[in-house]
C-alpha cells in the first residue's frame, strides 16, 4: 500500500515563500507519477503541479506556472513543492498525489492521496 505523508505547510504573508514536502513509501517509486493538488473552503480540488518520477517532465497548473516549481530527490523518495511569490489565493489545503504508470492530468487518475497540508497566504 502506498502512504504520503506531507508536511511543510504554514502561514506565510503575500509575496513570501513555502516548500512542501512529501514522502512517497509501500511500494517502487519509479513506476508512479506524482503531483500536488490543493483545495479551498467550497471549490473543487484543483491541479496544481505533476512530474513523472522516471523521466522527470513536468507541467503546471495555469494559476502556479512561474511560481512554483515541482521537483524530485530520489535518494529521499521525496517530492517538493517550492512555492515563490504566492497570494493570497493560494491559501489552500495541498494534497500530494500518486498515479500508477502514468502522468497526471486531472484528480480522477490519481490512485493515492496523502492527508494534506494547510497552505494560508496573508495580505
Known amino acids: 500500500q502506498v502512504q504520503l505523508v506531507e508536511s511543510g505547510g504554514g502561514t506565510v504573508q503575500a509575496g513570501g515563500s513555502l516548500r512542501l514536502s512529501c514522502v512517497f513509501s509501500?511500494?517502487?517509486?519509479?513506476?508512479?507519477?506524482m503531483g500536488w493538488f490543493r483545495q479551498a473552503p467550497g471549490k473543487e480540488r484543483e491541479f496544481v503541479a505533476a512530474?513523472?518520477?522516471?523521466?522527470?517532465?513536468?507541467r503546471y497548473g495555469d494559476s502556479v506556472k512561474g511560481r512554483f516549481t515541482i521537483s524530485t530527490d530520489n535518494t529521499k523518495n521525496t517530492v517538493y513543492l517550492q512555492m515563490n511569490s504566492l497570494k493570497p489565493e493560494d491559501t489552500a489545503v495541498y494534497y500530494c498525489?500518486?498515479?500508477?504508470?502514468?502522468?497526471?492530468?486531472?484528480?480522477?487518475?490519481?490512485?493515492?492521496w496523502g492527508q494534506g497540508t494547510q497552505v494560508t497566504v496573508s495580505s
Open positions: 498525489a500518486a498515479r500508477f504508470a502514468g502522468t497526471i492530468t486531472s484528480r480522477y487518475e490519481v490512485n493515492y
Open positions: 509501500g511500494r517502487t517509486i519509479s513506476s508512479y507519477g
Open positions: 512530474i513523472k518520477w522516471s523521466a522527470g517532465s513536468t
